[in-house]
């Protein structure tokens, strides 16, 4: 059967993007961020996973206002990068995993959690940057990869508990897919940042580092932290957050922590990664 054997939250910070599309990596503002990613990528090198579930959310690009799906499962062959304004970035075709995706949305589904299925769309910096954190420049994905479109755009984003909770019907539709592949989770997006208005650059490192630490060792009660807290405290974008919770709630109840990295900034906001193993 196919299993989860680790998950992995990354920020998805635009800008890094384009610092490895530039090959700006190195220089003295990027570099620190870069340094916190070199374990991650000998790590993802080794581990080979066959399929990355990856969490992530539209920034109004796929999407627009007059589609907004809560949860929404990309289950096409082939995605493409998208155009953001700038036209597309210089990064593979992410490659998807169709039988495993459609048997993703079946369960789920059937475990009473609404998915919309998407055959086609193109996947934006969400998607696209935590590939180039982990992977660096490449011809070709090593993997194939099942995008996870979480609405945290438009209000009403899903809780952080429902959130928790997919990731836990994630986790049984995986376990029932009948092939010998090692899947990872990723969650992507946070940590606090506003991006716009009078607080925008709003940076609450303390509580950043108190959701990693519930976040590992305490998921329940990361899962309880409401809406207006994620706005009040980590500002307007940080509840891109919840989407880490769908990874933990895949996970294990307890896991070993290999890798964990905060920097700040990067651009108007605080990055933070964690690479979490199943414990046995
Ligand atoms: C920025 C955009 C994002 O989507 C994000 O998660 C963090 C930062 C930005 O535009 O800087
Ligand atoms: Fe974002």
Known sequence: MAHISAGVATSHVPLLGRAVDTRDTQSEYFKPIFDGYEFSKKWVAEEK?????????????????D????????TGE?????????????VPDVMGSPDLAWHIAQSVIQQDFDLTIVNEMDVDHGLTVPLSMLFGQVEAWPCQVI??????????PPSGQRCYNIGKAIRRAV??????????IWGTGGMSHQLQGPRAGLIN???DNQFMDDLITR???AARIDHVEYLRETGSEGIEMVMWLVMRGALSEQVNVRHRHYHVPCSNTAIGHLILENSA
């Open 49 to 65: 996973p066959d399929v990355v579930f990856l969490v992530y959310n539209d920034h109004a690009t796929a999407f627009s206002l």
């Open 67 to 74: 589609l907004i799906p809560t949860f929404a499962i990309g």
């Open 78 to 90: 082939k995605f493409k990068p998208a155009d953001e304004g700038f036209g597309p970035r210089p």
């Open 147 to 156: 995008p996870f479109a979480v609405n945290v755009v438009q209000f009403p």
């Open 175 to 184: 376990e029932s897919f009948d092939a010998d592949i090692n899947v990872q």
């Open 205 to 207: 490192q303390a509580w």
């Open 219 to 221: 998921p329940e009660t």
